[in-house]
């Protein structure tokens, strides 16, 4: 990309160019239109294109365009080029992986409770504190062989290690799912829910009848115990499209539900602190996403 202050399809500009083995994209891609005028400044303009991106034959641009002057920062009209990026740079673009969250939260006193009574009862039953305190006993006598220190006291690490995550992942349940939140979209995802655990439960499974008024109850039906597997079936498969229908719209319905929180009479100055928090948040990160 280069402002050559003259006319890019001179000879002198051009061959110094096409020796490098470089083309013009927007002569190239629009070779049937006149050459744009690529300077303006107040109601100055120029004659012919005095500004171009080079690039080389086998870089195939999907789109090449020119912003008008207007829109463009300075007096040169900007470029804008569509490469594909494996193109560009010879690899795939990579998917941005975002942390799981962590079941552990030390600032929470039931759950750092649980997982350190979870932890401990893991040690006893698998004997660590034991087999370490055996393994300084063993290393004390000086007939020991201390080659076997490291991989044992290796084996214990890897086993303590082991136990640790294995007990962060049962200290506290994660009520969360992969979309926005919204009240409707909460609804029809327990209605599948209820009507999958109603077929389990007629088709001979274990699910407690207690469960399942409980989640009945949270929508709205009366008696679902009550239906044959045929209407079961029939419910759960038509909360299931509806479910669907509604996942593309699940940050709009969001956004919607706590747009009418905010206008609620009695909500507290921390929940509308919360909310305005949550919505700015929200922005920031379709900004971001859109760049």
Known sequence: MADMNGDI???????????LGLQESILVA??????????KRGKREGRSPIDGVWMSANLHASAVSLCPASLSPGDHRATLVDI??????????????????????TQLPQTKARYLSLLEDHFLSHRLLSQLFQLYKDAADPSFDHVSVSPRLEKLDQLRVERMHFVEKHCRKLYMGTLAYSPTLTLWFNHKI????VI????????????IRRLAQRCGIVQALSVSTEVALYNYKAA????????????QLRV??????????????????AICHVLTAGRSRETFHAI
């Open 256 to 273: 919607e539900f706590l747009h009418q929180k905010l206008l609620s009479p009695g909500l507290s100055d921390e929940n509308q602190q």
């Open 240 to 251: 299931q499209k509806e479910y669907q229908d509604l996942q593309p719209k699940a940050s």
């Open 200 to 211: 389990k439960k007629l088709s001979g499974g274990h699910v407690t009848s207690r469960r």
């Open 30 to 39: 629009h070779p049937t239109l006149l050459p744009p005028i690529t300077f």
């Open 194 to 197: 209820l009507w999958s655990l």
């Open 84 to 105: 594909d990026l494996a193109l560009l740079i010879g690899e795939p673009r990579l998917s941005i992986v975002r942390p799981k969250a962590r079941c552990l939260n």
């Open 9 to 19: 399809r001179k000879e002198e500009i051009s061959s110094c160019i096409t020796n």
